[in-house]
């Protein structure tokens, strides 16, 4: 029998050194989803087995929070953080996502609990950032993306307001209402993201004109947005008129700044 051949031996100059893991948390928002929360946690722990879930809870009466502590307890590095109230979509996330900075994350995701995100995304956005992008946006509206259980009026009012967002802001954005994306640690600081104050949709495009602003590399990513089957909607007309008049207040903004800038120039 022949012998194993020999391990190469390491010069004097070499050594062996483990790369550091990126640590990733991932924001999820709830309330009352109780119904969905199990599945969500256990994807994204398939998805991403190292990274951490962060539940912000907004008083949930389903039990919901004290399900997000059984699961942390079962498959562990699953946070809760118990807030009052109900008290809109933007500020869980920046309560989360102030959370996570705090606690080390680098790279922090933010998903539906109503699991119209498909976890099993999480892995392709990760590496958009990780590989040089400032936010990777799961996206609805570049080819390959899909929208599926949508009735044909929510789709047209989805795909012609974010085209009226792009348009309006001229963001070379497809999709700046969605919720599914990845950010840096340092692209959220440099947004100043503390200061957004804007809720549902209308937090999300803001979001994405901060990032366009301060000169971030946003990259959009396909992705099958498939509507919740178990739970309520938190949708309302409330939100999408906010967003609505949002768009026009970032406008007026930026006509504002041009102003001024040629101004001091002339």
């Known amino acids: 029998m022949s012998a194993a051949p020999a391990r190469p ?6 050594s062996l050194v483990e790369c550091p893991t990126v640590r990733i948390t991932v924001v999820v928002p709830t309330f009352n989803e109780a119904d969905n929360l199990d599945a969500l946690v256990h994807g994204v722990r398939a998805a991403l087995p190292d990274a951490s879930v962060l539940v912000v809870d ?18 562990g590095a699953v946070d809760v953080l118990r807030r009052p109230r109900k008290a809109g979509l ?29 976890p099993a995304t999480l892995p ?7 590989h040089g992008a400032d936010a990777a ?96 909607s938190k949708m309302s007309g409330n939100i999408v008129s906010e967003a609505l008049v949002l768009v026009l207040k970032l406008w007026v903004q930026d006509l504002r700044g041009r102003r001024l800038r040629r101004r001091a120039g002339g």
């Open 90 to 118: 933007g500020a869980a996330y920046r309560a989360g996502f102030r959370l996570a900075i705090d606690d080390g994350a680098e790279i922090l995701v933010q998903m539906d609990a109503d699991l119209s995100h498909d």
């Open 124 to 130: 392709a956005l990760v590496a958009i950032v990780e």
């Open 58 to 75: 907004d008083n949930s009466v389903d039990g919901t929070a004290d399900l997000a502590v059984r699961l942390g307890c079962e498959l």
């Open 137 to 232: 946006i799961g996206s609805r509206y570049v080819p390959g993306g899909v929208t599926e259980n949508w009735p044909w009026r929510r789709r047209a009012l989805s795909r012609w307001g974010n085209r009226y967002v792009a348009g309006v802001l001229g963001l070379a954005v497809n999709d700046s209402t969605a919720g599914y994306r990845a950010y840096t640690a340092d692209a959220l600081r440099r947004m100043a993201f503390d200061t957004v104050r804007a809720e549902g949709y209308g937090f999300q495009v803001e979001m994405t004109y901060r990032i366009v602003r301060v000169g971030g590399k946003v990259v959009e990513f396909p992705i099958t947005f498939r509507d919740r089957t178990a739970g309520e």
């Open 9 to 14: 031996k390491l010069g004097p100059a070499v």
